[in-house]
Each structure stands twice: as C-alpha cells, then as structure tokens.
C-alpha cells in the first residue's frame, strides 16, 4: 500500500490541531505531506516533545488499546494525514 491509497485524507493549515491530549480516539495517522509537531502539557507549560515528517506514523496506540490521548498534535505549514482505524 503507497501512503497515498489510504482511503481517507485529512488536510490541516499551520497550527491547526490534529489530535488533542486527553480525548479517545481509535485513529492512527500517516503523514502523507508536511510535518507535525507532538506537544504535552508539563506542569501546566506546554512543552513541544518532537517533529515528524513525511511518512512518519502517530496515533498508532489507538489501534491498540482504548486510551487517552497522550500528546497534542499540530500542523507545522500545511499538512496531509491519511487516517488509519
């Protein structure tokens, strides 16, 4: 399967949140073009824990077990995510 066949694609802006820490979620995502950026909430502060790029999977722990989300998610520029789940 090419990144690009996953059957449902999602398009973000810069900023804008594509998972949100503390809320369930059963979805896995693919990023097909950009970059993301994983943030969590450290002491009430905001703390950016890591990028992702192109090809890069997120989220996966949703296909696995019924959790929380543990991280937020934004786009950095514009962004295309194929949904798993």
Known sequence: MKLQDTPIHQHYGDGDIIVT???????????IKGNVRITQKVYKKTVTVGTLKEGEVFGEMALIAETVRNANVSAVGDVTVGVIG
């Open 21 to 31: 820490e503390g809320i369930m979620s059963n979805n896995a995502y693919v990023i």
